[in-house]
Structure formats: structure tokens, C-alpha cells
């Protein structure tokens, strides 16, 4: 999963939320439109950076499942 995430999906993001615009007024679905916020706000920057400032909210709950979590969060 990683590996597919820093070799292609992370190249091919910047263009498809540049393209796509996304709304949602259902409260449920809240934490994914602010991962998105935040993806579009990190999609401009270089592709060496690997993770977000220090005291960027990343909103998990309800967004990445728990079985997703160990691959998702690395050890800092």
C-alpha cells in the first residue's frame, strides 16, 4: 500500500483535486471533506515531503479505517 502511495497515487493526486471539486452539507461525512482540505492544501507542495507540519490536524476518525491505521500512521 505504501509503495502503490509514493510511486504513483501520490504523483497522480495534485491533478484530480486540481480537477474535481467536492461538497457535502451531511455532517457524517465531515472528517472526509477536511482529509480532503487538507490533501488539496499538501498537493502543491514538493514531492519530497513526506509528512505534514508538526501541527496540522489529520483527521483519522472516520476516515481511515482501523484496520488501515498501523499502514497509514508511520513511527515518527
Same mark, same amino acid.
Do not use: I, K
Given at each position: 500500500? #505504501?509503495?502503490?502511495? %509514493?510511486? @504513483?497515487?501520490?504523483? $497522480?493526486?495534485?491533478?484530480l !483535486?486540481?480537477?474535481?471539486?467536492? #461538497?457535502?452539507?451531511n %455532517?457524517? @461525512?465531515?472528517?472526509? $471533506?477536511?482529509?480532503?482540505? !487538507?490533501?488539496?492544501?499538501?498537493?502543491?507542495?514538493?514531492a519530497?515531503v513526506?509528512?505534514?507540519?508538526?501541527g496540522?490536524?489529520?483527521?483519522?476518525?472516520?476516515v481511515?479505517?482501523?484496520?488501515?491505521?498501523?499502514?497509514?500512521v508511520?513511527?515518527?
Amino acid at each position: 500500500m #505504501r509503495h502503490s502511495y %509514493s510511486s @504513483y497515487y501520490r504523483r $497522480m493526486l495534485p491533478p484530480l !483535486l486540481a480537477t474535481l471539486e467536492f #461538497r457535502c452539507n451531511n %455532517s457524517t @461525512y465531515r472528517p472526509v $471533506m477536511d482529509a480532503l482540505d !487538507l490533501l488539496a492544501r499538501y498537493a502543491a507542495t514538493q514531492a519530497r515531503v513526506r509528512f505534514y507540519a508538526a501541527g496540522e490536524q489529520v483527521p483519522l476518525d472516520g476516515v481511515v479505517p482501523a484496520a488501515w491505521r498501523d499502514a497509514v500512521v508511520g513511527a515518527t
